[in-house]
């Protein structure tokens, strides 16, 4: 579904991804982990395109992402952010419906669209009139979801989508959003700084550490067999985050 071969992003002096290959496949969930700072946000965004590598090549089903590709690239992969980077001046249900209206459909069918996503990620129905300002941060969230799910797209990316909601509203959004993906048979690639989020999610995860990935598999891997003293030292602060809480 997508290759990533030898990527490279600096910005100024500072090397934020050093060269870094990463296949995903098919209708697996591969999850980016790392500390602040480690390059798992930059890496995501160069998989669609927002940021260009320096060095390298990406592939998406195949095809190498070009300049003058990219944004056909892009309206094949879905695409959520924190709080679900809504336009505060939009109404939720044209939020939703942009990208789709802008392409040209019809609107019939962006309505049918609309209404089956929201019965998918359990919004209520009487939230699409209002806007992103007179709504939870959950239901944000779930409309964000929404709108990278709208064309659907074969590929979803999420960068620390949960990240700002409080536990049990993002207890019940994993649970929900680790449904739909599996109903649908997505493949995605999802960014966390929580090795318990990673492990709900993650078919395979990927620990970043100072640009580099610096170990590969399922969270049982990690946690049974680290790489080096930097992945268990990263595990127990974790746990111990746990322990304090």
């Not at 959950?138 to 659907?152: E, T, V």
Request: some cysteine.
């Amino acid at each position: 579904m997508l290759e990533l071969d030898q990527v490279t992003k600096s910005f100024g002096s500072r090397v934020v991804l050093q060269p870094t290959s990463l296949s995903v496949r098919p209708g697996t969930t591969t999850v980016l982990i790392g500390p602040s700072g480690c390059g798992k946000s930059t890496l995501l965004r160069m998989m669609i395109g927002l940021i260009q590598p320096d060095g390298g090549t990406i592939r998406f089903q195949g095809e190498e992402f070009t300049a003058a590709n990219q944004l056909a690239l892009r309206h094949r992969i879905g695409y959520v952010i924190q709080d679900g980077g809504l336009f505060p001046h939009l109404s939720a249900f044209d939020n939703v419906a942009l990208l789709a209206t802008h392409l040209g459909r019809e609107a019939p069918w962006i309505r049918s669209r609309v209404d089956e996503l929201t019965q998918l990620v359990r919004l209520p129905p009487e939230s699409l009139s209002r806007f992103p300002a007179q709504l939870s941060g959950g239901q944000r969230q779930r409309l964000g979801i929404m709108r990278a799910l709208m064309l659907d797209p074969p590929l979803v990316l999420l960068d620390e989508p949960m990240g700002a909601l409080d536990p049990l509203v993002r207890f019940d959004l994993q649970n929900d959003l680790r449904d739909i993906f599996r109903t649908l048979q997505k493949t995605v690639v999802l960014v966390t700084h929580d090795m318990a989020e990673a492990g709900f999610f993650g078919d395979e995860v990927a620990l970043l550490g100072q640009g580099r990935i610096v170990q590969r598999g399922t969270l049982k891997d990690l946690l049974n067999s680290p790489a080096d003293e930097f992945v268990t030292r990263f595990i127990q602060a974790q746990r111990l985050v746990g322990n304090d809480e």
